[in-house]
């Protein structure tokens, strides 16, 4: 029997909230430099705290979750985020505030032990629903982040938004340890074989295809995330940080659609979903490309670019964890290295291209990685034919041919 639906909501909320503690600095950083007097080129800082120690949980804790029981290691996770938040909300230094922020990103990877064992508990014909359900706490928190935080910012400052985080990871441990099944293992492999396995699954075929699908992906989502807000904040908009943050509604509103993407995955049908999300997510960048003349194309293309996002992330997720039922922890955190390192790509760029060649250029830029992933996808989906000509789930090869 797979997860209840108040398991799937709870494993989604820890996903949004833990996912949310790496950006809520973003629509903060000037209130929290004015109060530290901190210069200006030092807030960059602040960010690339969250995200160092972020990559660096992806290495190393997420494949505890294929040696250890899952409902104590979140929740373990869950705690040291929220110790993470409360240093910062305290912090009067700047060191202190890199510290907290480093430790809440090094646990914010709590997400990728969560979907993983949502995974595991799904049956089989369910699994793509549970993902779905799951991973779209990740796009809420991403999304909703950026709002909460300036909405409590505005009112209390922007301490009460790390105080804020900081109660809700402790509630959800709590809850964690109250509503989940315990996880207990038979097979329990050394650390060291674990990093090692982690590490021979870069060297596969079909885990370096669907993670270069996601690097492009999410260096497209990057690119219009990180990008957005400076042709809406140029002439003739002069939109404030408040009214940007509403475009990110538009954006949740196109991830909870693609939802849907897991049942159609559990159907059989991720290899359409995953192309035809790549062609819609190209497509979209005609539409948010004129954000400097017009408002409402943009609303449409974000819709379009988070629903075809989700939509790709969650098959390349059903398919991983099908392909890799043994080690799903490490697969799924694996895989969002190049997710990481995409959205990372994907906000440096398109800064750099809007400062030398305008919110076009952007836009360009964003078509041009939906584009790549697209490539990625049509080669990988040929070769895994050739390879396999009898797609079977018992076989990786075959399992990418059968559903890309």
Avoid at 21 to 45: F, H, K, M, S
Avoid at 107 to 120: K, Y
Wanted: charge should be positive.
């Amino acid at each position: 029997m797979g997860p209840t639906l108040g398991r799937r909501m709870l494993f989604a909320t820890i996903c949004a909230v833990a996912v949310a503690t790496l950006y809520v600095a973003q629509p903060v950083l000037a209130r929290i430099g004015g109060d530290l007097g901190l210069p200006e080129a030092d807030l960059g800082r602040i960010v690339t705290a969250g995200q160092l120690g972020y990559l660096i949980g992806l290495a190393l804790l997420v494949p505890l979750g294929d040696m250890l029981d899952r409902r104590k290691l979140i929740a373990g996770h869950l705690l040291l985020a929220g110790a993470g938040m409360a240093l910062a909300a305290v912090a009067d230094r700047l060191w202190l505030l890199l510290a907290g922020l480093a430790l809440a990103g090094l646990f914010a990877v709590v997400v990728q032990t969560t979907v993983a064992f949502a995974a595991d508990l799904a049956d089989p014909a369910e699994r793509g629903r549970t993902l779905g359900a799951v991973t779209s706490g990740v796009i809420i928190g991403i999304l909703g982040a950026r709002v909460l935080a300036g909405g409590l910012a505005a009112l209390w400052g922007w301490r009460s938004v790390y105080v804020a985080f900081a109660v809700l990871l402790a509630g959800l441990t709590c809850l964690v340890l109250t509503l989940l099944p315990a996880d207990p293992r038979d097979v329990r492999p050394a650390y060291g074989e674990v990093l090692a396995s982690l590490g021979r699954l870069f060297r596969e075929r079909l885990f370096l295809s669907r993670g270069l699908i996601a690097f492009f992906l999410f260096a497209s989502f990057g690119t219009l995330w990180s990008g957005l807000a400076l042709p809406l904040a140029a002439e003739p908009w002069h939109l404030s940080t408040a009214q940007t943050g509403l475009f990110g509604i538009a954006g949740l509103a196109g991830a909870l659609g693609a939802s849907r993407a897991g049942r159609w995955a559990d159907a059989g049908r991720a290899r359409l979903v995953t192309g035809g999300a790549l062609v819609l997510l190209a497509a979209s960048w005609s539409a948010t490309g004129q954000a400097s003349w017009s408002l409402w194309p943009v609303v449409v293309g974000v819709v379009v670019l988070d629903f075809a996002v989700q939509a790709v992330h969650v098959s390349n997720q059903h398919l991983l964890t099908t392909v890799y039922p043994h080690r799903t922890s490490s697969v799924i955190g694996g895989y969002m290295v190049f997710y990481s390192l995409g959205s990372a790509v994907g906000a440096s760029a398109t800064t750099a291209v809007f400062a030398a060649a305008g919110w076009a250029a952007s836009s360009v830029l964003g078509a041009a990685f939906a584009l790549c992933a697209l490539i990625v996808w049509a080669v990988d989906r040929h070769t895994a034919t050739e390879t396999c000509p009898a797609p079977t789930d018992r076989c990786p090869q075959r399992a990418g041919a059968a559903r890309p």
